[in-house]
């Protein structure tokens, strides 16, 4: 399974992207949990939002009402939409989805936000 995440980019404080994750497996939706991480400069990589297959979706209290992950069956895509960035949401994020007993990994994609 290979994933690449894109949409990243330069935003100012306040303002808004969209992530987009896409896969070689043949459908997101069979994949298992998926989910965003970013690591920010100096610090280690931590949660941003998962979302399962089954049951709600979980954010870090951080981006909790300003970030909303979904998997979108037409694209096949796993998305993060980010509004009201905030220069703390800067770094590299990345997407992952576990399929059996195996995590894996995309690249990143940049986001920078500028107070």
């Known amino acids: 399974v290979q994933l690449q995440a894109s949409g990243g980019g330069l935003v100012r404080a306040g303002g808004s992207l969209t992530l987009s994750c896409t896969t070689s497996?043949?459908?997101?939706?069979?994949?298992?949990?998926m989910g965003w991480f970013r690591q920010a400069p100096g610090r280690q990589r931590e949660l941003v939002a998962v979302?399962?297959?089954?049951?709600?979706?979980n954010y870090a209290d951080s981006v909790k009402g300003r970030f909303t992950i979904s998997r979108d069956s037409a694209k096949n895509t796993l998305d993060l939409q980010m509004t009201n960035l905030k220069p703390e949401d800067t770094g590299v994020y990345y997407c992952n989805a576990i399929k059996g007993s195996t995590i894996y990994w995309g690249q990143g994609t940049q986001v920078t936000v500028s107070s």
């Open positions: 497996y043949g459908s997101i939706s069979d994949l298992g949990t």
């Open positions: 979302i399962p297959r089954r049951v709600v979706t």
